[in-house]
Structures are given as structure tokens and as C-alpha cells.
């Protein structure tokens, strides 16, 4: 048995780099516990196979997850007064070339006269400066789609989310942080209590990168906001959060920036496509106490623990949790490589390509460091 007792966290130094400490993202503590030799060969060690087809979830939500920051960016530029903070987290958020593409001031201006014209002007521009195009086997992730979610966001985001004031360091100098997409790279030392009941300590350096910060004007305390995007918004997706190991790990882990953090995410959820059968945006508090920092750090411990266990080549060796072999209706990138004989796997796996491409929230916490 080994259970977090309790923890307390810190910014990571900078001198520890990216491959002097291993650290754990909430994506890679879900793959690998989700199946450890996929979670291991696709999230750890990064290789893959070939494919035919793309991840068009993965794409979509990415567009999707753009459109948000932009019209954050908006809300502080035009609703917070301070268009500076916009346009330089904008470059920065987006890249020069993007951000220029945008027309930012020309929509900020359109703000002042039609606030909701303007911000679907803005997530057009968004979609069409992306990478994303359609594909003919999915005929639900579509640019079409996109844009129609985009809008159907923009007049709830006007209605619901404009009210909620987002996070600003220092409302004089536009290149201090704000709470538009803001990097986390910290270490959890946590009070573990392991087999036969020993107490000691560990430490698990985590990365994440939360989406909006708001901050209450009075109590100066910070409260995180996280967007997803989902083919079926019902009941059973807004459940899944009551539990969900990313906000508790990302609540934790901005209590190392910031002296006061709510318990409480405020989830924001887009359905893509828009559906004539339900809501196409809804957002809901939901709350994690230091009792659900300590459930994640648990659950990341025994990630950190199969990583070990099986590193390098072991990989194919790690456990295969079948019932995930056909997760989101498709089947997993690795059954042929799980289905073949142990030595045919042995130089399957040799032949696999290495992606070396990070995640968002990797990419930001080591090139955009806070």
C-alpha cells in the first residue's frame, strides 16, 4: 500500500531541466493508468506507427481551446481595459505572425459597437490561421462545425463567462503573467505512508497548463477555469469531473504561485457538433480539497512506479489493460503490436518512430517559462 499522507509544493528551480527530473503530466497519469503499455510507449517513450488517420478530437479541441484564449484575451483587452496585456500575451500565446492575422485591434474596436460580432469575427480568424482542415471520415469535426460551436461560445462566453474578472499580475506592465493560458511547473514533496506502514517522503515534479485563471477583486483569491470541449454534453461527461485527477492536480499545483487558490474549478464545456437536442455550452463549480491533491499525487506515485518498472525495451512487457483496447469507439494505434508473438513484438516496437513533439503544456512550461 502506498497512499499520500499529505504535501506541500514549490515552484520548480531553474536549474532542474527537462531531463534532470522526470516529471508526470495529467495526460501521461491517465494513459498510464489507463493501459501501462500503451501509456508507457505512447506517452512516455513517445513512439509510434504510422497511421492512416488523424486524431480528429485531439485537433478539434485544440482549434476549440484557441478560440477560448482569444476571446479571454478579448474580455481583458475591452471589458479589463488593458489592450496592451492583450496584444503582447497575444504574440506570445499565438506567435507574431498568427497573432498579426487576427486583425486584433480591428475586432477590439468592433468590440466597443457589437461585442458579439466582434468575437465571432475573431474565432473565424482563429479556425481559418489554425493547421486544421476537414477530413472525409469525419463528418462531425468540421471546419463548418467548428465555426458554428465558435459562435454558439461567443454569446454564451458574452452572457455567462465576461462576468468572471481574469487574473492580471500587474495591470502596468503587459508582460507579467496573466491568467490566459498559464504554464505550471512544480514539485509535490509529499508525506507518504508505503508497505508495513513506513512513513516517508517522496517528491513528483508535475507540469500542467490551466486554461483561464479568474481572480475576486476583493478577496484577491485566484480560482481556476478549465474548457473542454465533447461530442455528448450530458449528464454522464459533467459527472466524470467530479473525480478527474487533472483539475485536482492543477489546484494543488497553483497553490505554488499563488498564496491563495480557491478549492472550486469552474468547468466550461462546448459540444461540437452544436445539437439541436441539447445545450451547446454549459459551465458548473466543481470542488477539490488537499484530500484530492493527495488522491492525485497517489495515483501519480504509482504511475511514477510502472514507469519505472518498465523503461526502455521493457515496455512491451508492461501490463495490457484490455478493456481500453477499443476506448473512444476506435481501436487502440497499438493491437497489432499486443496481438503478435513476444519476439515479432520485440522488433516491432524497434521499428517504431520516436515523436518527439511536446505537449501544450509541456511546450510552454520549458519554452515559456513563468
Request: contains cysteine; glycine residues 6%.
Amino acid at each position: 500500500m502506498t497512499r499520500v499522507l499529505d504535501w506541500r509544493v514549490q515552484r520548480t528551480p531553474s536549474d532542474v531541466t527537462k531531463t534532470s527530473m522526470p516529471y508526470v503530466t495529467s495526460s501521461l497519469v491517465e494513459a498510464v493508468t489507463t493501459c501501462p503499455k500503451w501509456g508507457i510507449i505512447h506517452n512516455v517513450q513517445h513512439k509510434r506507427f504510422v497511421t492512416g488517420y488523424r486524431q480528429m478530437a485531439l485537433e478539434a479541441g485544440s482549434v476549440m481551446h484557441d478560440v477560448f484564449a482569444a476571446f479571454n484575451l478579448m474580455q481583458i483587452a475591452a471589458v479589463q481595459g488593458l489592450p496592451d496585456h492583450g496584444r503582447f500575451h497575444g504574440v506570445s500565446l499565438y506567435g507574431e505572425h498568427r497573432f498579426e492575422a487576427l486583425s486584433f485591434d480591428k475586432y477590439l474596436e468592433l468590440y466597443k459597437q457589437n461585442p458579439s460580432r466582434a468575437l465571432e469575427k475573431l474565432a473565424v480568424d482563429v479556425i481559418a490561421t489554425s493547421d486544421f482542415y476537414d477530413d472525409e471520415n469525419d463528418r462531425n469535426r468540421t471546419l463548418a462545425n467548428l465555426e458554428h460551436c465558435a459562435f454558439e461560445l461567443a454569446g454564451y462566453f458574452l452572457s455567462n463567462l465576461s462576468r468572471f474578472p481574469i487574473y492580471i499580475e500587474d495591470e502596468n506592465d503587459p508582460t507579467k503573467t496573466i491568467g490566459v493560458e498559464k504554464s505550471m511547473d512544480v514539485i509535490f514533496t509529499c508525506d507518504v505512508i508505503g508497505e508495513f506502514n513506513n512513513p516517508y517522503k517522496e517528491q513528483i515534479r508535475f507540469i500542467g497548463l490551466g486554461d483561464v485563471l479568474y481572480q475576486n477583486p476583493e478577496t484577491k483569491r485566484v480560482k481556476l477555469g478549465e474548457y473542454k470541449t465533447t461530442s455528448t454534453m450530458g449528464d454522464g461527461w459533467r459527472e466524470q469531473f467530479r473525480t478527474r485527477h487533472q483539475q485536482s492536480g492543477y489546484i494543488g499545483a497553483l497553490q505554488a504561485y499563488f498564496p491563495e487558490v480557491a478549492d472550486e474549478c469552474i468547468l466550461i464545456g462546448s459540444a461540437l457538433p452544436v445539437r439541436k437536442t441539447s445545450a451547446p455550452n454549459m459551465h458548473f463549480p466543481i470542488h477539490r480539497d488537499r484530500e484530492a491533491v493527495g488522491n492525485f499525487l497517489t495515483t501519480a506515485l504509482f504511475t511514477l512506479d510502472v514507469m519505472a518498472q518498465y523503461r526502455d525495451e521493457a515496455a512491451i512487457d508492461a501490463p495490457m489493460f484490455t478493456h481500453s483496447c477499443n476506448r473512444y469507439f476506435r481501436p487502440c494505434a497499438l493491437l497489432d503490436l499486443c496481438s503478435a508473438q513476444r519476439e515479432d513484438q520485440q522488433v516491432m516496437w524497434e521499428q517504431m518512430i520516436i515523436s518527439e513533439e511536446m505537449s501544450p503544456s509541456e511546450f510552454k512550461a520549458f519554452l515559456r517559462k513563468e
